[in-house]
């Protein structure tokens, strides 16, 4: 048995076997076309990805570990992976939605191939050793990322990487010309906005934090801005900063070609196989970011969230001034709104489809003021809110006119339509493709655009039914927890306020509704459905699966990787907290050891996806047969065509449990 290089002990678990996996992913297929689920993702963020041979501490989206991981999501029908933010993350944080909108994250460069003849082995196999390992395997079916060491490990990569390949390219080695040639390309396409980038990394490293504001130099506080304006001190600062730090500039540049690069190749790949990534177009943006287009954002607010119940929270966003967003009443774009126009263009450059995260930042910004402390916020009634320190930005007035509205043409709820959709459009993208995250407060101005655009929503099944949701949100992506959550085989043991398993109250999770939902020919299977009903009733984990069923009869949904191959013991994020294991959750590189071995025991908490998804084609099919004028008959015609598909998913079902 091959483990992605590892070898302990010997798992007699059953798996597919070579020739079984096209018949499984062709009877998935099919089975989700009868279905009418066009759109079927799993979560992964960049990070959480498995290793293969050695590991870099740190999973990546976009290397042969990847590919790997694709191929097996694709055997069960999963056709596309919804990834964060794949950003450079911001200095201190490992929270993807704090990096860059523009640059790349060089810690999902594949090493590997830096070894080979295709990059001329500007990368020893001494060193490659030296900064990976042999992934560890353990009892837990989950790993954790080290991004303080994965970091250090890719500084010493990327020198070595970057210093060979001057070195090839000045003795005249043909593979670093042919390398040379698509660097000079890179850099000719964004070498402006690279430089200024590597020029912020500088002033960081000097003044020991990327937060700007605590800089102390009011020159180099505003130093893209100031350049801009022709401002001859600013002029020389930067030009001294590129020269005496050039080396170092070319290397984050080199590094930025080399992440680009391998992101390219993996789009090439996943388009000859159909597997779509989407991407996550994070509401903010990283301080380096702000600080290149300072001019575009509010001097003294933040986006933050609010909350009703409790202190609303600070998510230190910076936020697009509204009077920067258009020239004119014709809507060409201003300074603020061409920083929008790129950032979603970039979020597009290699993906084929987005995750718009939290709309309402595109409509209504929910606003706090930087120069406030956290406890000011944590005033009771937290229903009360001081208006001075927080407030939607519609509610933001003029400084010298307290009765006028400071975003007084309403150039924020038209971000949507004259920016994001036309954008989208450019890219093939239709609006009911992407997924809309519209989870917030709602407030009026929010509802109205939103009802105006026509925009889908995010159904949660955790709380609706998808009898209502597919009817009230037939355009929309369908979700059973995501990254934000606990897995959901542990739903059913929250407790609330009063001590309560509030989950299992819910009339979603009710099982005599999901019985019925998911077997609703009471004609010819009644007795099927009552038995159903029982199971479920009287079993939380089979319960949990029926959901999952449930799920897999709406049009577009996702599942989350933790849930995929039940990760019990561990949550990838709690939102709005300072948690030190927030995003540090990732497979482990014998992830398929794990899903078979946790399929094939006796208390299995993975999705076994035939067993699942055949349930959810026999609800369609009782659907379909009770939606007929001649129910007779149209079973007849259905079970004719569709039992041997129902056969087979039952066949592969029962083998994932041998």
């Keep these: ?249 070319e290397q984050y540049k080199f590094e930025q070609f080399v992440a680009t690069k391998q992101i390219k190749e993996n789009k090439a790949w996943r388009d000859s196989i159909g597997f779509k990534y989407i991407n996550d177009l994070l509401v903010g943006c990283s301080k380096m970011d702000e600080w290149r287009s300072k001019e575009a954002f509010l001097k003294d607010w933040e986006m933050g969230a609010r ?63 930087k120069h406030a402390n956290d406890y000011d916020f944590d005033i009771k009634p937290y229903s009360q809110k001081n208006k001075d320190i927080e407030k939607y930005i519609s509610e933001l007035k003029e400084p010298e006119n307290a009765s006028k509205e400071y975003d007084e043409f309403w150039d924020y709820p038209k971000l949507i339509e004259h920016i994001v959709l036309p954008v989208f459009k450019e890219h093939g993208i239709d609006k009911d493709l992407p997924m809309w995250e519209d989870i917030c407060s709602y407030p009026d101005r929010f509802k109205m655009v939103y009802s105006k655009l026509d925009l889908p929503r995010i159904s949660f099944l955790d709380w609706e039914r998808a009898e209502e949701a597919n009817q009230n949100n037939p355009n929309g992506w369908f979700i059973l927890g995501n990254h934000d959550n606990i897995p959901a085989m542990n739903y059913l043991s929250r407790k609330g306020a009063l001590n309560d398993e509030y989950t299992r109250h819910q009339s979603a999770w009710n099982p005599l509704y999901l019985a019925g939902y998911l077997n609703q020919d009471h004609i010819k299977r009644a007795d099927e459905r009552n038995e159903y009903c029982d199971k479920i009733a009287n079993n939380d984990r089979e319960l949990v699966y029926a959901k999952f069923a449930e799920l897999m009869t709406t049009p577009k949904f996702q599942i989350s990787f933790a849930d995929l191959f039940g990760i019990t013991d561990v949550t990838y994020n709690i939102p709005g907290s300072t948690r030190e294991e927030n995003w540090k959750e990732r497979l482990t590189a014998d992830y398929l050891d794990k899903y078979y071995e946790n399929l094939a025991s006796d208390n299995p908490t993975a999705l076994n996806i035939p067993e699942i998804l055949k349930q959810a084609l026999q609800a369609k099919i009782d659907m379909l047969v009770m939606q007929s004028d001649d129910k007779d008959s149209k079973r007849a015609e259905l079970y004719e065509k569709y039992t041997p598909l129902l056969d087979e998913l039952q066949k592969f079902a029962d083998i994932l449990k041998e």
């Design 1 to 249: 048995m091959h483990v992605l290089g590892i070898n302990k002990g010997i798992t007699f678990t059953r798996r597919p076997t070579k020739d079984e996996e096209p018949r499984i992913h062709a009877a998935c297929n099919q089975a989700y076309d009868v279905i009418g689920a066009k759109e079927r993702a799993v979560i992964t963020h960049g990070s959480c990805f498995p290793a293969i041979g050695r590991d870099t501490l740190i999973g990546s989206p976009f290397g042969s570990a990847a590919k790997e991981y694709i191929k097996f999501l694709s055997i069960y029908g999963f056709n596309s992976n919804q990834l964060g933010p794949c950003g450079e993350l911001q200095k201190g944080s490992n929270s993807p939605y704090n990096s860059s909108a523009f640059a790349k994250n060089r810690l999902f460069i594949d090493l590997q191939p830096l070894t080979t003849e295709k990059y001329g082995k500007i990368l020893s196999e001494k060193t490659f050793e030296n900064v990976t390992r042999i992934p560890s395997i353990s009892d837990k079916n989950y790993d954790k990322t080290d991004f303080k060491e994965a970091e250090h490990s890719y500084d010493i990569a990327m020198k070595e990487s970057y210093t060979k390949f001057r070195a090839n390219l000045i003795n005249g080695h043909p593979q670093a010309i042919a390398l040379n040639s698509e660097y000079v390309d890179f850099k000719n396409k964004h070498g402006v906005r690279l430089n200024d980038e590597a020029v912020f990394k500088i002033l960081s490293r000097e003044y020991g934090t990327e937060n700007f504001d605590k800089w102390n130099n009011e020159l180099d506080e505003n130093l893209i801005s100031e350049y801009e304006k022709g401002n001859e001190e600013a002029f020389e600062r930067y030009k001294n900063l590129s020269v005496e730090n050039s080396a170092e500039i």
């Design 307 to 369: 909350e009703n119940y409790a202190p609303s929270q600070r998510w230190h966003i910076p936020v697009l001034d509204p009077k920067k967003l258009f020239l004119n009443d014709k809507y060409e774009l201003n300074i603020g709104g061409k920083f929008l126009k790129e950032k979603i263009e970039f979020a597009l450059e290699f993906c084929e489809n987005i995750r718009v995260d939290h709309v309402m930042g595109l409509i209504e910004p929910y606003l706090m003021s």
